[in-house]
Every structure is written in structure tokens, then in C-alpha cells.
């Protein structure tokens, strides 16, 4: 896990003082990649559960994409893509991230998402403000 942080750092730190592109945003969702095409198990558990994941409880309602994530998505300038944090990434916890040519930088961590309380807006807010803290632009 410190090798992650010191490389997010290290993108930080280039993007401060260089104008450094993102070519896509990456959602990592707490188990499930896309919570649209999961459904309930047979055991009753609702793997959408918002409870489950912050992240899908900002921009899924039950297997619904929120209209007002659909809209908040589209206004970006880049692509913004979904992974599953148990099948491609070594973190826990749904996250954001900026991927760059010089690498990836973590925008939200899993305490940030979840003090967006499941909002659309506030979670836009939270993602542009980390992303000018950084140096990026999304827009």
C-alpha cells in the first residue's frame, strides 16, 4: 500500500508543476464493476446495496444510474470508466481516480466518497476541488 501512496504523490507533484493531461477517470466500486448488470443473489442479499458501497449510492439508485450522475458524467471532458476494487485493484474501498501518462492519482478515498452522503452534487463538488488541488482539470 506505501508504494501506491508514494506514486500518487509523486503524480501530484508532477501535476502541480506541469500541466499533466487525465485521460480518464476511474470509479472503483467497492466489490462490483458495474452495478447495473449485477443482480440479487439467491441468498436474498442485495449486492447493490448503496450501504454496501458509497460510491454506488452516488450514482446508482437500486440498478438505475442516477439521471443527475448520467448528467454530472457527461459534463466531463474525459472518459470516466468503472473497476471492481476485489478483481483489479490492490486498495479495499471504492475510491476515484485520475489515470495520467504519468500514472494514477487517487482523487477521493472511500472516507471522502462516503462524507458525500450518497450526493450527486456534493460528490462533483469534492471531485473538482481535489482535481484543482492537484492541478488537473476534468472539464
Known sequence: MRAGRKSWTRVR???RRQSVAVERILLVYEGVAEPAL???SDSGSD???SR???LRAI???DTLEKPEWARCRAS???PVESAASEDERPLNGPRVVAVTAKGELMLLNSGAIAGCRGSVSVFEQELLRS???SGLSLR
Do not use: S
Open 38 to 40: 449485477e443482480r440479487r
Open 131 to 133: 482535481a484543482r488541488r
Open 52 to 54: 454496501a458501497c458509497a
Open 13 to 15: 507533484a508532477a501535476a
Open 76 to 78: 466531463f471532458a474525459i
Open 47 to 49: 449486492p447493490l446495496d
Open 59 to 61: 450514482t446508482h439508485a
